[in-house]
């Protein structure tokens, strides 16, 4: 039905303008007495086999949902209806802030991809720490924290401090976003020198806690081999607990997708079944050279469960869906679960 009926009618829209009107009818529909218990009931899958125990959490299956649609956590109770162990808001920055002009995502379907150029477009960290205030599940909730755009790269130490204190209570881990390539100079704090300082800045943060919370690490699918032997060594010498790979790419090889519409659609990340290949290689990579030293959450191009028992198999402990939702629809958790307890 989702693929017949209501993509086909969903794509008919601008992506960013369907994204709004999708949470809102998601928000009314689940607000009824009922709904909520009625698509649990479709679509989450018990069963102690898909549990996974990582950095002193318990998910309830190792599917989650990544950062980038529930941007100011608006959503995380509804999505987790879905089926999903895990949601992950964000990218928050301290500030608010507006993110690049419109229009700003934009849909590949011949590639079953997206490219996107948002910027942090989200409200802040105050007020995302206001909204999960109030979540009503036991849902895990991920922190994606990041740098406000005119925030100076030598300052950048002092805006993830913000976040992470304006959000500990409130997230069950933090994800440390330097790696989007649609904030001017951020993926330059993906150097070993800059990350070292900020990893150790945040884990000395971390430190002072009674109740620690795990520290995650979101890295790009272009980093080169010396690049991700430098992030091994960088986690091995600040110790936080894990890595995210990978974030959307700015390489366009070989897509299907019209060289003049991927031209005229210009600059942004690119997400979706393109990146499976180059993100299963990065978690490969790192998983052997480290001796799977850490846990590794996999992102990048999951739409169908030989994808997300791919990323498994190259040493991912969990997987996190994005672009795969949007093309494969609300049942790709349940799909995936199903598929990995035969």
Do not use: W
């Amino acid at each position: 039905m989702y693929k017949t009926i209501l993509r086909p009618i969903f794509f008919l829209f601008q992506p960013e303008a369907i994204h709004h009107i999708v949470f809102k009818t998601i928000k009314l529909f689940n607000a009824i007495p009922g709904v909520s218990q009625l698509l649990r009931s479709i679509y989450v899958i018990k069963d102690k086999r898909l549990e996974r125990k990582l950095f002193g959490l318990t998910f309830p299956n190792p599917v989650g949902l990544a950062a980038g649609l529930d941007k100011n956590a608006e959503l995380f109770d509804e999505l987790g209806n879905f089926g999903f162990g895990f949601i992950e808001i964000g990218t928050i920055t301290p500030k608010a802030q507006p993110g690049n002009d419109k229009p700003r995502m934009f849909r590949l379907p011949e590639d079953k991809a997206l490219i996107n150029r948002m910027g942090f477009n989200n409200e802040g960290a105050a007020a995302t720490a206001e909204r999960l205030k109030k979540r009503k599940t036991k849902i895990i909730i991920g922190g994606n924290i990041g740098k406000n755009k005119n925030t100076p790269n030598e300052d950048a130490v002092s805006d993830y401090e913000k976040c992470f204190e304006t959000l500990f209570d409130y997230v069950d881990y933090f994800a440390v976003n330097v790696s989007s390539p649609n904030t001017p100079n951020l993926r330059a704090l993906q150097d070993k020198e800059p990350l070292t300082k900020l990893l150790t800045r945040l884990k000395e943060l971390n430190s002072q806690k009674n109740n620690p919370k795990p520290i995650l690490l979101k890295i790009a699918p272009d980093l080169i081999n010396e690049q991700l032997d430098d992030i091994i060594d960088i986690i091995k010498e600040t110790k936080i607990d894990g890595v995210i790979a990978t974030n959307t790419t700015i390489s366009r090889d070989n897509l299907h997708t019209a060289n003049s519409k991927i031209q005229t659609i210009g600059a942004g990340g690119l997400s979706g079944k393109p990146l499976t290949k180059r993100s299963t290689e990065v978690v490969r990579y790192l998983s052997e050279k480290s001796n799977k030293a850490f846990p590794i959450i996999a992102a990048g191009g999951i739409h169908t469960a030989e994808d997300a028992i791919e990323k498994l198999n190259a040493g991912a402990s969990l997987v996190q869906i994005y672009t795969g939702f949007i093309y494969e629809g609300p049942s790709i958790a349940k799909r995936i679960n199903k598929r990995l307890l035969v």
